[in-house]
């Protein structure tokens, strides 16, 4: 789906490519100069239907950050506690293992992955 890179549209992506971690619309509204709300939530909308924000969503609230084929292959750390998500490198020794697990549900279903998404999802360290 292409769409056009509005002002706005260009606000949100440097917000979110300048974020060490997802955020959530406040953390984008804080951080992201006279941007409206509704603009925000709506412009969203827009670059995740055009692939390039993806959306996390935890029991707090929705995250977003940059699409993986901007920003590199990660991972994820989702506290149930206080909805806080953080980003973890690919380790290459979780990618073998995973490689090797998949390929024998792709042989027994005809099943062919593209990519995956792996989300730990437990307590940080300030809930625990």
Known sequence: ?????????LAIVEV??????????PEILELGDGLAQS?????LVVLERAGVVH?????EAS????AEELTGHHHHLICTSCGMVEDVPAASGLEA???D?????EDAT???TKTHRIDLVGLCKNCL
């Open 101 to 105: 697990a998949v390929t024998p549900v």
């Open 55 to 59: 959306r996390i969503v935890t029991a």
């Open 16 to 25: 979110l490519a300048g974020a060490s971690r997802p955020l959530a619309l």
């Open 39 to 43: 603009s925000v939530y709506r412009n």
């Open 110 to 112: 005809g099943f062919r």
């Open 63 to 66: 995250r977003f950050e940059l």
């Open 97 to 99: 293992s995973l490689a």
């Open 1 to 9: 789906m292409q769409q056009r890179l509005t002002p706005k549209r």
